[in-house]
């Protein structure tokens, strides 16, 4: 008899991935961000990837980041990814719940996460560390006592072959 497989993925790895594979939903051409709310017993719950809401053509709204007026920055239309997942669960309560996201989150999306009664917050990357929002974030969800930290890539490499 052969006994169970041992090179299976982490519940972290698993999820982490599914914020991975979420950002390559994003049309947005210099940064795509995925995030995924998962239960206390590790059931995904709800996905996201920065975007326009929806009926809002990527057509026709802008993806520049450079210029400052609504005419032509995405920063006046873009939803990000974490605000997304939230408004795109449907069950109720996100009380108690996990946030993976492959970016850590604006100020903006630290108040939606806090008053959706997420509690612990995974993110890939923080490199906007230092800029106001970051901090203003962070000290959000630390008065709150939404826990966060970096994930811990494993250094295992997922292929899709799709």
């Known amino acids: 008899m052969s006994s169970k ?22 049309k947005d051409p210099s940064t795509q961000v995925g995030a995924c709310i998962v239960s206390q017993d590790n059931k995904i719950l709800s996905m996201g990837y920065n975007g326009l809401p929806i009926g809002c053509s990527d057509d026709e709204f802008p993806w520049e980041k450079t210029d400052d007026t609504p005419d032509h920055s995405k920063y006046y239309y873009s939803t990000h990814s ?6 795109n669960y449907r069950g109720g309560s996100l009380e108690g719940t996990k946030l993976y996201v492959t970016l850590f ?43 966060y930290h970096p994930y811990q890539f494993s250094g295992k490499k997922v292929e899709l072959n799709l």
């Open 5 to 26: 497989r041992e090179d299976y993925i982490s519940w972290d790895e698993y999820f982490m991935g599914v914020a991975f594979l979420a950002a390559q939903r994003s």
């Open 82 to 87: 974490e605000l997304n997942a939230i408004l």
């Open 105 to 147: 989150p604006c100020n903006e999306c630290a108040k939606a996460v806090i008053q959706s009664g997420i509690k612990e917050i995974i993110y890939a990357d923080d490199k906007y560390d230092g800029t106001p929002g970051v901090i203003a974030s962070k000290r959000m969800l630390d008065a709150a006592g939404v826990k």
